[in-house]
């Protein structure tokens, strides 16, 4: 669970579903580019009752739970691994070297 409407990098985030955990989460920031809402967790409002309500079906629903958490990894691998972010850094950087450039 991430109940923070301010810490929003949504590293955490990417780190559970890495572990093949799915999040419920607030919706906010970075969090909406990590967890795909009904497929590795659940994005839900700063409402109180709204969250636990998202927790508690998460929770008591194992085979759900479960199918998020093998698509949660699946995502982690393919989007967030360490190769993922240093190619997308690369390809950023060398965007910006030719826009100086230009």
Avoid: C
Avoid at 5 to 16: N, P
Avoid at 28 to 39: I, K, L, P, Q, S
Avoid at 46 to 56: C, I, M, P, R, Y
């Amino acid at each position: 669970m991430f109940a923070s409407r301010t810490e929003t990098q949504g590293l955490s985030v990417a780190e559970a579903h890495a572990t093949g955990l799915p999040v419920v989460a607030i919706r906010a920031g970075g969090v909406e580019d990590v967890v795909r809402d009904g497929e590795t967790g659940l994005l839900v409002s700063a409402d109180v009752n709204q969250f636990a309500s998202a927790l508690q079906e998460l929770l008591l629903d194992q085979s759900r739970r479960l199918r998020m958490g093998v698509k949660a990894r699946e995502v982690a691998v393919n989007e967030f691994s360490a190769d993922r972010s240093v190619a997308r850094h690369v390809e950023l950087y060398s965007e910006l070297i030719g826009a100086r450039v230009n």
